[in-house]
């Protein structure tokens, strides 16, 4: 069956980097389109990054364009989401998820969440 | 940005019974909606993709309808377990989700 295993997070101080990863398994991951959503304590969800299966198209939500990276690694089945400058309203859980095939749409497996505290 | 709201915010409904949760978009997206249930400290669950195809094992009591801007997912005969925050998503342009229905069950 499908599934997504997250580790990194943590807690990270205003300015610093963090980078999560999301390994998967139970399907051919370079088939799928794979997305980071994330989600404020007590808030709703936000989408923030998608890649493409053979890595050729990414893009990322406003709020972390130039700061944050996803990538994928198809050989080990591994996705990254790189955040760079992070700031407090960045602190959420964070999901990765499996997406597609053809096109990012919407999201039937996730990983279990990762925290990322953005505090001095 | 196409945004989506949810109402009622929180909803309370007896077991047996019948849930009705509205999610409407600023915009026309077409048949582009998919349903979330999510409960304490657990990753989101696809229910309904397309408005109205439910999604691999998901029970029968949950049923979605709607197109372009007015969508509903349908929660018949609400079983004890069905209590939870339920979000609705747009992916006809870009990706938003609404703000979440909080079901309670009396």
């Known amino acids: 069956q499908v599934q997504l295993v997250q580790s990194g997070g943590g807690l990270v101080k205003p300015g610093g980097s963090l980078r999560l990863s999301c390994a998967a398994s139970g399907f051919r991951f370079s088939d799928y389109y794979m997305t980071w959503i994330r989600q404020a304590p007590g808030k709703g969800l936000e989408w923030v990054s998608y890649?493409?299966?053979?890595?050729?198209?990414?893009y990322h939500a406003d709020s972390v364009k130039g700061r944050f990276t996803i990538s994928r690694d198809n050989a080990r089945n591994l996705l990254y989401l790189q955040m760079n400058s992070l700031r407090a309203e960045d602190t959420a859980v964070y999901f990765c998820?499996?997406?597609?095939?053809?096109?990012?749409?919407?999201?039937?497996?996730w990983g279990q969440g990762t925290l990322v505290t953005v505090s001095s | 940005e196409i945004v989506m709201t949810q109402s009622p915010a929180t909803l309370s409904v007896s077991p047996g019974e019948r849930a009705t949760l509205s999610c409407r978009a600023s915009q026309n997206i077409n048949s582009n909606l998919a349903w979330y249930q999510q409960k304490p400290g657990q990753a989101p669950r696809l229910l309904i993709y397309g408005a109205f195809t439910r999604a691999t094992g998901i029970p029968a009591r949950f049923s979605g309808s709607g197109s372009g801007t007015q969508f509903t997912l349908t929660i018949s005969s609400l079983q004890s377990e069905d209590s939870a925050v339920y979000y609705c998503?747009?992916?006809?342009?870009?990706?938003?989700f609404g703000q979440g229905t909080k079901l309670e069950i009396k």
């Open positions: 998820a499996r997406d597609g095939r053809y096109s990012s749409t919407f999201y039937n497996s």
């Open positions: 890649i493409s299966g053979p890595a050729n198209s990414s």
């Open positions: 998503q747009q992916y006809n342009y870009w990706y938003t």
